[in-house]
């Protein structure tokens, strides 16, 4: 069974970078065709796209978080990870991480998810 898992800080302070990794079990984030993705739900709120990281390392970000959005990989630890950059309080929510069984589904169609990590931008 796959299973992912996020981890970062819970606390990030206003300006600075929202860093947190996805790590993943059970199968391998290069497998072809399937994709990782980001995701978060702020307080009150839908769970919102973030981005995505294909199998062969490609990425494809929202066009509202793109300027501020990176997702990378490290293949050898079958980890990949987001970094939300300029945070403010805004950007509070629960994080998750998802795989897409696809190149590029909707959410809905994501089949495996983390249990989602609070991150708080607060001074």
């Known amino acids: 069974q796959v299973q992912l898992q996020e981890s970062g800080p819970g606390l990030v302070k206003p300006s600075q970078t929202l860093s947190l990794t996805c790590t993943v079990s059970g199968d391998s984030i290069t497998t072809t065709y399937y994709s990782w993705s980001w995701i978060r739900q702020p307080p009150g709120k839908g769970l919102e796209w973030m981005g995505v990281?294909?199998?062969?390392?490609?990425?494809y970000y929202s066009p509202s978080l793109k300027t501020r959005t990176s997702i990378s990989r490290d293949t050898s630890k079958n980890q990949f990870s987001l970094q939300l950059s300029s945070v403010t309080p805004d950007d509070t929510a629960v994080y998750y991480c998802?795989?897409?069984?696809?190149?590029?589904?909707?959410?809905?169609?994501?089949?495996?998810w983390g249990q989602g990590t609070q991150v708080t931008v607060s001074s």
């Open positions: 998802a795989r897409d069984p696809f190149t590029i589904a909707t959410i809905e169609g994501y089949d495996y």
């Open positions: 990281i294909a199998y062969d390392g490609s990425t």
